[in-house]
């Protein structure tokens, strides 16, 4: 009688599984590279291009953080001959600012053209990275902030009135975003709707303080209702400032007064050997864009946290929903991004609402969606700019 093959060890068997497991796996993450694009990565964006003789060159501030699969570049002059059309495949932008194709033999530009629009297709995945942590509306209020300041009272955990700060259904993306009112006397750690971090601190949520050292990226979305004044009074719907009480103005903020939105923040002299106190404009203070009303706009702070103005590092980036698509609004630069305190750097929190001069008195509204913080600028903008 002839028997049969034997059947595998048991050790065999699961040495097998796991191989096939760890198959599964390098499949998937092939997948990822190579199949799966970011959500908003594939689209026609147009651009100014410098061609020079056979050389296109165009900018792609707005794709740092992504790695690109294919750019697709088909340019058309108004009195030129012919239409270029070019390819570039696998560039990597983490630190690139221009990108640059050869043009066919066949594009023949009119005399004396050397800036020409285009349209450039891409498809793009983004870099590997991860969300530090998010608060865009779509958990508890208590779950994603540490405080909140407004009327009654500045509280931890946040337990702010509803129809001050609550959550709503008109959003840029998810289900919600934050909704935040001020009215006439209100006065709460000053005249402020604000959430935070910090202010007061909430034990639990000491990891979302921004340390010294760490290099974040920040995103979210804004919507400033029509209705919102045009007053040349100071009116702030963003900060970034040291966790400790006392310290002057934010380190990084955001104005939205007199019809701009600008960028500005305070030095960081505070509890330095000198004793400062500075609550002046800073280094940002350096120019300002047309405040946007009744659209949403998207916002991206690349931050290196230091509070020595050689290490520090900031750019800001946005669409601010005037067709022109995401741009730099702050260029990159080494600046102090925190402030110091006893010798030491004191962390920063981030607080988002309206904060304003206390005499103004009408009732102003302000929406905030998305909020992201992330170690790559693709992960924090995934999040923070879903639909």
């Known amino acids: ?66 790695s690109v699969l294919s ?23 983490s630190s690139i600012r221009r990108l640059r194709v050869r043009l066919p033999s066949s594009w023949r530009p009119a005399r004396g053209s050397r800036r020409l629009r285009v349209t450039l297709r891409v498809r793009a995945r983004p870099k590997f990275g991860s969300i530090v942590w998010k608060a ?98 100071w009116q702030t719907i963003f900060q970034i400032k040291p966790v400790s009480p006392g310290g002057g103005g934010p380190n990084i903020g955001i104005a939205a007064d007199n019809d701009r939105l600008r960028f500005y923040g305070s030095n960081n002299t505070w509890g330095s050997t000198a004793g400062d106190l500075n609550y002046g404009s800073g280094p940002l203070d350096d120019g300002a864009w047309p405040l946007t009303k009744g659209r949403w706009i998207k916002l991206t702070f ?15 980036l946005g669409d601010l929903a005037d067709g022109q698509g995401m741009k730099t609004l702050v260029p990159p630069r080494s600046t102090a991004t925190m402030k110091y305190l006893d010798g030491g750097m004191d962390p920063a929190q981030l607080r988002v609402g309206i904060y304003r001069n206390r005499a103004i008195t009408a009732t102003q509204s302000l929406y905030v969606d998305g909020v992201t913080v992330a170690t790559t600028r693709a992960t924090a903008e995934a999040d923070a700019y879903a639909r």
Not at 54 to 66: H, N, S
Not at 85 to 93: G, Y
Not at 145 to 151: K, L, M, Q, T
Not at 302 to 316: I, K, N, T, Y
């Open 1 to 66: 009688m002839t028997s049969g093959p034997r059947p595998p060890s048991p050790l065999l068997r699961r040495n097998q599984i796991a191989v096939a497991a760890v198959l599964q796996v390098l499949g998937l993450l092939l997948v990822y590279a190579y199949v799966a694009p970011a959500a908003e990565a594939a689209e026609h964006r147009f651009r100014p291009v410098q061609v020079t003789k056979r050389t296109a060159t165009f900018a792609v501030d707005d794709l740092v953080g992504m």
């Open 71 to 93: 750019a697709r570049v088909t340019a058309r002059g108004g009195k030129s001959r012919g239409v270029a059309v070019a390819s570039v495949r696998r560039a990597t932008l």
């Open 136 to 233: 865009d509306a779509e958990s508890m209020l208590a779950s994603e902030w540490a405080s909140s300041s407004s009327e009654p009272e500045a509280t931890s955990p946040p337990n702010p009135d509803r129809s001050r700060i609550a959550k709503s259904t008109f959003r840029a993306q998810g289900q919600h975003s934050y909704r935040f009112e001020m009215r006439d006397g209100d006065d709460s750690y000053g005249a402020r709707a604000e959430l935070g971090q910090a202010m007061p601190a909430l034990g639990r949520y000491h990891d979302r303080w921004f340390r010294a050292g760490e290099e974040r990226w920040i995103a979210m979305q804004y919507y400033v209702p029509p209705t919102w004044g045009s007053m040349s009074l």
């Open 302 to 316: 690349h931050v290196v946290f230091s509070a020595d103005p050689d290490v520090g590092r900031l750019e800001v």
